[in-house]
């Protein structure tokens, strides 16, 4: 069975940085394209950043600059560099990740940004 666990999530004050990290587990020989996706409370998740297999990133236009996502194949995670944080940012983070044309979702990280 596939499982993916985040980690990495707190309490940071503004101007501050955190890293996300996801691992999947489970019976898998590859992984697609990963990603994070974030909701605020009464908001749509939204894609944050996303990495194919050879590590081509996208990131959302409101990240640009202050988030990277990076992966490694090996250890089947992903991880999302977050600098510069704003209380706009503070949102559950949710790690994703395309299995053989499915996908899968971990259960979330809380990312709390002060002002």
């Known amino acids: 069975q596939v499982q993916l666990v985040e980690s990495g999530g707190g309490l940071v004050q503004a101007g501050g940085s955190l890293r996300l990290s996801c691992v999947v587990s489970?019976?898998?020989?590859?992984?697609?394209?990963m990603g994070w996706y974030r909701q605020a409370p009464g908001k749509q998740r939204e894609l944050v950043a996303g990495?194919?297999?050879?590590?081509?990133?996208n990131y959302a236009d409101s990240v640009k600059g202050r988030f990277t996502i990076s992966r490694d194949n090996a250890e089947k995670t992903v991880y999302l560099q977050m600098n510069s944080l704003k209380p706009e940012d503070t949102a559950v983070y949710y790690c994703?990740?395309?299995?053989?044309?499915?996908?899968?979702w971990g259960r979330g990280t809380q990312v709390t940004v002060s002002s």
């Open positions: 994703n990740a395309d299995i053989f044309n499915a996908n899968y």
């Open positions: 489970g019976s898998i020989f590859s992984i697609n394209d």
């Open positions: 990495i194919t297999r050879g590590g081509r990133a």
